[in-house]
């Protein structure tokens, strides 16, 4: 074993994972893609702790608390198994965002912890493997592993995994309009919206039309046809959320009010298309030569950062470390 650091960024879904097939394997009920970004990102540590009972975790400087290290113990778990060895380790993460902010650090966090892991514990895996490693921590962790825009395979164990898919380029523009850490998980919500929506099949069925048009859009470079699907994917997903027992609302008024200024942007000549996730920030892609003067418009509403497509997770050597 050895003491390992990796990098990745949180992605934003362009096509919604919303739901489980499997909650234990973490199993989509629908496949989705993803831009990964190039800001906002996790670097994870992990030091072997021989002899150690326990795993250790340290986020931000500070001992993370019960429930946050048995969900990471739990992930190393799979990594050990794969591993056939019993060691307990000390995982130092650092993130540059709150976490828990609905800015998908959640999906940073265990694509760095399962590539810094994987090497630490000496597995050699190939990327589609570590992507189904990363996805056992948390479902959309597993597509910050590939670079870019990625699609995550809705399947079984061995064939759902997320990989890189041509796209046009473009940018995202990330609106922050909160920094609190969110009432509801997003596996709590997803939980309450299969148990309780009477639209949650609608939801996985025409999730996956929306994915093979998505496809076809990115293969076409048709960035107007990959907006258009983008909002109305989340937008259904945010009706879905709130249609169940009890209701839950990610998006506030302000939330509203930039997809509605992106709207009228539009009408203006600037094409921009919005999304969010469980959250109230907004996500606005943008091609990208509109996104210094669409960003400068969206001021009004929050912090504004300009964000380009991202490289996956990756292992930084002991200098960058
Ligand atoms: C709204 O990946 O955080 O961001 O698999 O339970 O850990 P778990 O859920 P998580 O859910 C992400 C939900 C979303 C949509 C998306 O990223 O596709």
């Known amino acids: 074993m050895r003491t390992t650091t990796a990098r990745a960024y949180p992605n934003i879904a362009l096509v919604k994972y919303w739901g489980k097939a499997d909650e234990e394997l973490i199993l989509p009920a629908a496949g989705s893609l993803s831009l990964t970004l190039d800001h906002f990102e996790t670097t994870t540590t992990v030091v072997p702790a021989p002899g150690a009972g326990a795993d250790v975790l340290e986020l931000d400087g500070a001992l993370a608390d019960a429930g946050?290290?048995?969900?990471?113990?739990?992930?190393?778990?799979?990594?050990r198994a794969l591993a056939g060895r019993e060691d307990r380790v000390l995982v130092r993460s650092r993130n540059s965002v709150p976490t828990g902010a609905g800015l998908a650090s959640s999906a940073s966090g265990f694509a760095a912890l399962a590539t810094a892991a994987a090497a630490a514990f000496d597995l050699?895996?190939?990327?589609r493997d570590l992507s189904r490693l990363a996805r056992r921590g948390s479902g959309s962790a597993c597509?910050?592993?590939?670079?870019g825009v990625a699609v995550w395979h809705a399947g079984d164990d061995a064939s759902s995994f997320a990989e890189s898919v041509d796209a046009p380029d473009m940018r995202m523009?990330?609106?922050?309009?909160?920094?609190?850490?969110?009432?509801?998980?997003?596996?709590?919500?997803?939980?309450?919206?299969a148990s309780t929506s009477p639209f949650y099949p609608g939801w996985v069925s025409s999730t996956e039309d929306y994915l093979q048009q998505?496809?076809?859009?990115?293969a076409a470079g048709d960035f107007t046809r990959i907006g258009e699907i983008t909002e109305s994917h989340a937008l259904r997903m945010?009706?879905?959320?709130?249609?169940?027992?009890?209701?839950?609302?990610?998006?506030?008024?302000?939330?509203?009010?930039?997809?509605?200024?992106?709207?009228?942007?539009r009408e203006s000549g600037i094409e921009a298309y919005s999304t969010a996730d469980a959250g109230p920030n907004v996500a606005v892609i943008v091609r990208p030569h509109d996104a210094e003067a669409l960003a400068g418009q969206l001021t009004a509403f929050g912090d504004v950062r300009i964000?380009?497509?991202g490289p996956g997770a990756h292992l930084l050597d002991a200098a960058e470390a």
């Open 238 to 265: 945010h009706g879905l959320i709130q249609s169940t027992v009890p209701p839950i609302r990610f998006l506030n008024p302000t939330s509203h009010a930039i997809f509605d200024a992106v709207a009228e942007a």
């Open 124 to 127: 050699d895996l190939e990327p």
């Open 68 to 79: 946050q290290t048995e969900r990471i113990s739990t992930f190393l778990d799979h990594v």
């Open 173 to 193: 523009i990330i609106v922050t309009v909160n920094r609190a850490r969110k009432a509801v998980s997003s596996r709590e919500a997803m939980r309450l919206t």
């Open 307 to 309: 964000v380009g497509p």
């Open 143 to 147: 597509r910050s592993i590939p670079d």
């Open 214 to 218: 998505m496809l076809a859009a990115c």
